[in-house]
């Protein structure tokens, strides 16, 4: 079993190392006006710009649809599993932004569960909730090291052999709870635009 877990942390981490190229395009998308840019996407200066910065970025789509961790969820904690997925769900924002600008959608900002996606984040740091609140999506891109760091920490205490405490199965419980609300509101328009991270078993 201690094989199993250690084999199954490995892949949790490389399916982080996989999203580096997506967690640049979040960084990318982190600084500009998403929703100025849709209202904008007829204009040909701002498809060339969009053009160029999704060009600076080598993502790679199968990262988000086949990432190395997919099956892992068994074997890894929960608050590890959902670390994850809140992570995933961040740089699948702005996978998702660059390709609904790509193809001109113009009401961008409404095509997002924006509360959803604002409560998931909130139960993975709650004390980041003013940030959350305040700010739009793109700029969750902030929160990404944080959620790497705890997932790191996480992943030291399961090759430790620590069992997963009740604070941490209760956060896992509200953060995957959230995951699944997310998933049941993403709409058609952005299911057909990206790949989206993998849903959260019930």
Do not use: C
């Not at 199968?62 to 068994?74: I, M, T, V």
């Not at 992570?87 to 996978?95: D, L, T």
């Amino acid at each position: 079993m201690k094989g199993i877990r250690i084999e199954a942390v490995a892949k949790l981490w490389s399916g982080i190392v996989a999203l580096s190229p997506h967690k640049g395009l979040s960084a990318s998308i982190a600084i500009l006006n998403v929703d100025a840019l849709a209202k904008r996407s007829d204009d040909p200066k701002i498809q060339q710009f969009i053009a160029i910065v999704s060009a600076a970025v080598r993502r790679d789509p199968e990262a988000l649809s086949n990432n190395p961790a997919k099956n892992e969820r068994p074997f890894v904690s929960a608050l590890a599993w959902a670390y994850f997925f809140a992570y995933m769900a961040i740089v699948s924002i702005a996978f998702a932004s660059v390709k609904l600008l790509e193809i001109g959608t113009q009401n961008l900002g409404e095509l997002f569960a924006k509360d959803s996606i604002r409560n998931l984040l909130k139960a993975a740091l709650p004390h980041q909730s003013e940030f959350i609140d305040r700010n739009e999506p793109n700029a969750y891109h902030y929160l990404l090291d944080e959620i790497e760091l705890n997932l790191l920490t996480e992943l030291q205490k399961i090759l430790r052999g620590e069992d997963q405490d009740s604070a941490g199965i209760e956060q896992a419980t509200r953060i995957m709870e959230m995951a699944r609300k997310l998933s049941q509101e993403r709409t058609t328009a952005v299911e057909g635009a990206v790949a989206a991270p993998p849903p959260p078993e019930h």
